[in-house]
């Protein structure tokens, strides 16, 4: 994959689309000459069930099997444990003193939301792999290979589905929404990549992420790493204590902060998702099914995750 599709100069999931319509459009100009609705049904139901056992068997040879695997807090022996009340403020407030810091670092005591690309790293593809590959070795797991991170157009496409990226086993590939703020961007990068690593787990592949950005020399990369933990700290404190939240807290977060929330906000509500509901019902659906039990919750495991890994390293 790395020396095919990985080397094409545009995303891969526009060829594996291509492909896709090609070959029904073949089948629908091919199709024999069949007399009775029955006759036709039977067919075209063939060929739909036998392009499904496809797509099905290949999902799993290729990647699907991950699910599978020997869980991250295994092989890292680590303890997740429910998170209660006075240890998620306190990861709060110090999140919050970290991202200030290195806010400060960049922009000095500007207050204007970070919307464009001014600090991004060059060649930022390359890099973010770098830092999983660096992290994945060091803590005794394979990072062979050069998975790929691509963004998809037009702008809102992946977000009319509810999501901000996907790894597309097929193709090798992880796909990014290009209306994502910049802010969100790299964060996402990390995710999907992680997932081109071998790793299905949602919520172990946003503490890939986290933990292999969080501490990168580039204040930039960390502070989007640490940010995007932050706003699921932040949501579980209040949604644990919303009055403590909104007059204890919420006046105290840096002005800076603030901003760039407020910035990530205004642009992704300008995207619609389509049926919002039933995407979530089938993603945690498709979750469950594939083992992982808490479903969509998953992907807030990342703080149980960050917090046992803090706790070993203590």
């Not at 929404?177 to 964060?187: D, S, T």
């Not at 081109?196 to 172990?204: I, L, N, R, V």
Request: positive net charge; charged residues 15%; proline residues 5%.
């Amino acid at each position: 994959m790395d020396a095919t599709f990985g080397q094409l100069p545009f995303a891969s999931f526009y060829l594996f689309w291509a492909l896709v319509v090609l070959y029904w459009g073949h089948l629908l100009l091919k199709r024999p000459i069949l007399s009775g609705f029955t006759a036709k049904m039977k067919y075209w139901a063939g060929r739909l069930l036998g392009f499904s056992g496809l797509i099905l068997t290949l999902f799993f040879w290729l990647w699907g099997f991950h699910y599978a695997r020997t869980p991250l807090i295994q092989t890292l022996e680590i303890r997740p444990q429910a998170l209660d009340s006075a240890t998620l403020w306190q990861a709060l407030y110090q999140e919050t003193t970290v991202l200030d810091s290195l806010r400060t670092q960049m922009v000095g005591r500007d207050t204007n939301a970070l919307n464009n690309r001014r600090f991004w790293p060059k060649n930022a593809e390359d890099t973010i792999r770098t830092a999983l590959q660096t992290w994945l070795t060091e803590t005794g797991f394979p990072a062979n290979g050069r998975v790929r991170a691509r963004f998809i157009y037009p702008k809102g496409t992946l977000f009319a589905f509810g999501a901000s990226g996907i790894y597309w086993p097929f193709i090798g590939e992880g796909n990014l929404e290009a209306g994502m703020h910049p802010l969100r961007q790299l964060p996402a990068m990390a995710h999907e990549m992680s997932h081109g690593f071998g790793f299905s787990d949602e919520g172990g592949c946003n503490f890939i992420a986290y933990v292999a950005c969080a501490e990168h020399p580039n204040a930039y990369i960390a502070y989007c790493a640490r940010l995007d933990y932050w706003t699921t700290l932040a949501g579980a404190c209040r949604a644990m204590n919303p009055p403590a939240y909104d007059t204890q807290f919420k006046p105290q977060i840096p002005r800076g902060i603030v901003a760039d929330q407020h910035a990530i906000f205004r642009q992704h509500s300008q995207y619609t998702e389509i049926a919002p509901a039933i995407r979530y019902q089938v993603y945690d659906s498709y979750l469950k099914a594939q083992g992982i039990s808490s479903g969509m919750l998953n992907y807030d495991e990342v703080l149980m995750l960050v917090d046992a890994w803090k706790r070993r390293k203590r």
